[in-house]
């Protein structure tokens, strides 16, 4: 499934600090700053509408301060799964089923898309890999993988300071290619408002374009107006440790 968007991020971790070069270090300072950062203690809801060849999806996103959950759902009504991470482990949730934990390939794809919407690449810690890939007189190129988590790189054009595109794999390990970024504020912060996407490529896998526009972007200052998708409830009031699979 294509990855909706990036966000500015919110989530502090309380590992160490990874060692960066200064120049790194400088950069992502900078990009930080621009990006905003909204407040952590509130959770952050954000809902995009996913324009792609087997129909309309909605993407939810929820995350707070170490917290993360989400769910895709067809607009037509005929798929529906939610994902997410807490202090609890990753976990999956297909349909009404039981949610359960995540395994190898799908906890990957979820720290890979919270680092891409809390904005954990801006501040990698001990354990993650964070490096410049290239720069050029217009932008630069970085590449961040969370530990246990899927490979993102972006651009970001130096003249706006902004991430101009990014690619990573989902959990299926095919391509994902996000370019055409257009942001909006949102709180202190910026969000991601459009953005096109390419999914797959290659002889044995064709690829497929998607449409991604923000429909929704706000604090949730309720825990009774959280989502009721997939196992919110666990990521954000507690719930049994989830079976494994």
Known sequence: MVVAAL??????????RATLSPSLARDLDALAATLGRVDG?????LRYRVEAPDGAWLHEIVFSD?????????VDGAGRYALGEDERGAWLRIGDDPPVA??????A??????ALFTGGYLTPQRGDEAVRLSHWR???EYSYRAAGGRTLTLEIARRSGLPVSFDTLDAHSRIVRCGA???TDFEDARVVARARCRVGGGQEMP????RVTLLRAAQIDDADALPSFGSAACAFLGCPRLAAT
Do not use: H, K, M, V
């Open 207 to 210: 690829a497929w374009d998607a």
């Open 66 to 74: 170490g917290r993360y959950a989400e769910q895709r759902r067809r």
């Open 102 to 107: 995540a395994n190898a390939a799908w906890t």
């Open 7 to 16: 966000a500015a991020g919110c989530a502090t971790r309380s590992a160490a």
């Open 109 to 114: 794809e979820i720290r890979g898309r919270r």
């Open 41 to 45: 203690s509130l959770p952050t809801l």
């Open 181 to 183: 970024l257009e942001w």
């Open 138 to 140: 217009t932008g630069w």
